[in-house]
């Protein structure tokens, strides 16, 4: 599966779109992407994932770029408990049930 | 929403005792994983279940780690011996379908003594 590279902290103001950026660049045309939070040390939860089309959900937006070299997670409108640790992984479907987390963002949302 | 639940939310053992984590995935998923996360690092793939067998493990689910899905609910993960290293958080996890999102669980905190 793909390296995902991202940075380790990001701060957003409750109320502002938080935008966590995700870079990408080896990616090969069969793998996905997908966004996991992990809040405090609770158990990881999905958010969104994509394969080249840019995807929206009650939770967030995705959006990829043409080349699919880096995306971007968009929480519209952060709320403090949006405070997490947010996890881009790339993996290849039908060929693996794995997912393989890397260090994240930590996103804290502040008042 | 419907939840994966584990218990207990908190185990501590001896090292070289027994230990089964408990799981009980979302009811119709057909799917099951095991992660765990040492403090204060990143979350690792144990091991997958579908069908009644190990579908992949990973390099850290050597001998002294076995699954189970005893009856129509549960899932186990047993560690036979267990070791001071082998202190982490565990996550249970389940999908319906394979490559879909994963439910996790919130965790069972394992402290070997």
């Known amino acids: 599966d793909a390296k995902t590279t991202q940075p380790p902290s990001m701060d957003c103001a409750e109320g502002r779109a938080a935008n966590l950026p995700c870079n990408h660049s080896?990616?090969?045309?069969?793998?996905?992407v997908y966004w996991y939070r992990q809040i405090h040390s609770q158990g990881p939860q999905y958010i969104i994932h994509?394969?080249?089309n840019n995807e929206t959900n009650e939770m967030a937006s995705l959006i990829i770029t043409e080349d699919r070299k880096s995306s971007t997670l968009i929480l519209p409108h952060a709320t403090l408990r949006d405070t997490a640790v947010y996890y881009c992984?790339?993996?290849?479907?039908?060929?693996?049930?794995?997912?393989?987390f890397g260090t994240g963002t930590r996103l804290q949302v502040f008042p | 929403e419907p939840e994966v639940t584990q218990t207990p939310s908190h185990q501590v053992t001896q090292m070289g005792q027994e230990v089964i984590l408990r799981c009980v995935p979302i009811?119709?998923?057909?799917?099951f994983y095991w992660y765990r996360q040492i403090l204060g690092q990143k979350v690792e793939f144990l091991v997958s279940?579908?069908?009644?067998?190990?579908?992949?493990k990973s390099e850290i689910f050597d001998d002294q780690f076995s699954v189970e899905r005893p009856d129509g609910s549960n899932f186990t993960l047993k560690i036979r011996s267990t070791k001071l290293e082998d202190s982490a958080m565990y996550f249970c996890?389940?999908?319906?379908?394979?490559?879909?999102?994963?439910?996790f669980g919130s965790g069972t905190q394992l402290s070997v003594l």
């Open positions: 992984i790339v993996r290849v479907a039908y060929n693996t049930d794995k997912l393989i």
């Open positions: 080896t990616i090969s045309g069969n793998e996905y």
């Open positions: 994509g394969l080249k």
């Open positions: 009811s119709n998923h057909l799917y």
């Open positions: 279940f579908y069908n009644n067998e190990i579908s992949e």
């Open positions: 996890a389940s999908n319906l379908r394979a490559n879909e999102k994963l439910f």
